[in-house]
């Protein structure tokens, strides 16, 4: 009875793998969301303040054109 009681909690636990896998993701996160501030941060020295978020207001323009080329939608009538 008991080894089974220990195989059944041997399944539930989650693996170390799991784990390790988050952690890389939220470095990774960290590193894209560094790089992206980094440019931002030169833009907007480079442009001024207000340049620099109309260079990203662009850049999410852009983005949001592209998404929805590419996804879609039925028009509401």
């Keep these: ?3 089974e009681n220990a ?6 636990r989650i ?4 784990f390790f896998k ?3 993701i939220c ?4 590193v894209i969301a560094i790089v992206a501030l980094m440019i931002f941060w030169r ?10 978020f109309i260079g990203l ?7 949001g054109w592209i998404y929805d080329r590419r996804h879609p939608r039925a028009e509401i009538s």
């Design 27 to 30: 470095v990774g996160f960290a």
């Design 57 to 63: 207001a662009v850049l999410l323009v852009a983005f």
């Design 7 to 12: 195989r059944a909690m041997d399944e539930d």
């Design 15 to 18: 693996g170390a793998g799991v």
């Design 1 to 3: 009875m008991r080894r």
């Design 43 to 52: 833009a907007a020295y480079a442009l001024g303040f207000f340049g620099a």
């Design 22 to 24: 988050i952690a890389g």
